[in-house]
């Protein structure tokens, strides 16, 4: 294993760069997993203590993207820093940033699901770790690993939050529960709401929720060419105690922040950083997220 800092969140330095830390110390590990070398970004709370346990918390790039757009929150900066959730966690958690091979995660023949337990022995055996509340998120193909996550790492993930996924990733297994919160969007072409009907319907069944006859409800879909906006979220009922189901559908396409009412992604004004206010509002999704996981 290899370790060595990654740029502060706030600035796009480049790897050996001349590093400052900030916003929680970090680092870019390399690791050998199955006969290959694999690498990741940990970041740990500010003022880590080796006697507390901490949250540990898996963001998945999509296909294409990299361990360094989810570290630093791409144009967003540190706002949207792993989906939003390092800002939310008042520094209770662990953040990875895993690196898929070729820029994607097509898990073929699990060797996506042992780097994943590679990673996960190596910060239980350095750092102290809260093992019931490890999480899991991911956009596109990052969500498609997030739900072969879920098929077959149940017992190991408190919960998973999969934005925009698909079953590129497999689903070993697939038969336990775990807590699920999925999100789909009305005009995406490429991860379609059709797509994730059955992905939500295996844990529902799974999590023991009551299954209803018709399908939950959605926000209207908007008409072609014009900026879409709004969403739906509905909680199964039923479920066995500690899995919850939420399912999230919105009006917009392919996208993990999607504003009400814009249809643009993170903030309506389309300005890098953002500072949300009510002129200028902000995804609902990690605040969503985030809520659902305090919950469990």
Not at 23 to 45: A, D, K, N, Y
Not at 233 to 262: E, K
Request: net charge negative; proline share 7%.
């Amino acid at each position: 294993m290899t370790f060595a800092p990654v740029p502060n969140q706030d600035s796009n330095a480049a790897l050996g760069s001349g590093y400052t830390l900030g916003h929680g110390e970090g680092g870019f590990v390399t690791i050998q997993s199955g006969g290959q070398t694999r690498t990741f970004v940990m970041r740990l709370p500010d003022n880590y203590d080796e006697n507390t346990p901490y949250w540990l918390s898996f963001t998945f790039h999509p296909k294409g993207g990299n361990t360094y757009g989810i570290d630093n929150g791409g144009l967003n900066g540190y706002v949207m820093a792993y989906y939003g959730l390092q800002r939310l966690s008042n520094n209770g958690a662990i953040f990875v940033a895993p690196d898929g091979l070729g820029g994607g995660w097509a898990n073929n023949n699990g060797e996506d699901l042992q780097f994943v337990d590679d990673m996960i022995q190596l910060i239980e055996d350095n750092y102290c770790v809260d093992t019931t509340h490890i999480f899991a998120q991911g956009f596109g193909s990052g969500g498609s690993m997030t739900y072969a996550l879920a098929c077959a790492r149940a017992k190991v993930f408190r919960g998973v939050a999969i934005y925009e996924g698909g079953v590129s990733s497999g689903c070993d297994g697939g038969n336990d529960p775990v807590a699920y919160w999925q999100m789909a969007g009305l005009e995406d072409e490429v991860f379609t709401v059709q797509g994730a009907i059955p992905m939500r319907d295996r844990f529902a069944r799974n999590n023991g929720c009551t299954i209803p006859t018709t399908e939950p409800p959605r926000p209207p879909k908007a008409p072609p060419y014009l900026n879409p906006g709004g969403h739906v979220c509905t909680d199964y009922t039923g479920c066995s105690a500690g899995y919850p189901l939420r399912w999230c559908v919105h009006q917009s396409g392919l996208g993990n922040a999607i504003v009400d009412g814009t249809g643009d992604l993170f903030n309506s004004c389309a300005t890098y950083p953002s500072t949300c206010s009510t002129t200028c509002p902000c995804t609902w999704v990690p605040e969503d997220v985030w809520q659902w996981m305090n919950s469990l």
